[in-house]
């Protein structure tokens, strides 16, 4: 699911480091009190990594519940941005590049990103 990508309206990440022993309602509280972002955006993904960057948590609201995605990759790692604590919105190819393992060469905050056509 989170390799394919399809079907999300926005994708966040939450850069630095995140406590990944958090479960729903710890992500969500951060989505909401640190980012001041809205948890219950259907159709967006917010995602978190750890100190150990070969895994990852996604957070996602489906309308009637939270779906919680867990995702460790058994060669290599992600390439996470851990220079700001906020969260960014990434475009469609930066999250493929993200998927693949590659670095995200920009990195904005959500603050200069207007992106109202976010399609994969």
């Known amino acids: 699911m989170l390799n394919d990508g399809s079907g999300f309206k926005k994708v966040y ?26 948890p219950y955006d259907k159709n967006t993904l917010f995602l978190f990594c750890g100190k150990r960057t070969d895994r990852i948590k996604g957070l996602i609201w489906e309308g009637d519940g939270f779906l919680l995605l867990y995702k460790r990759i058994e060669n290599g790692n992600f390439r996470w941005p851990r220079t ?6 990434i475009s ?18 959500i ?10």
Do not use: K, N, W
């Open 13 to 38: 990440l939450a850069t630095g480091f995140t406590d990944l022993r958090r479960g729903i309602d710890g992500l969500t509280r951060i989505i909401r009190f640190q980012f001041q972002l809205d």
């Open 92 to 109: 469609a190819d930066q999250y493929q590049m993200l998927m693949q393992g590659l670095e995200i060469v920009a990195r904005h905050p």
């Open 84 to 89: 700001q604590e906020e969260a960014l919105e």
């Open 111 to 120: 603050e200069e990103i207007s992106c109202p056509e976010f399609s994969l």
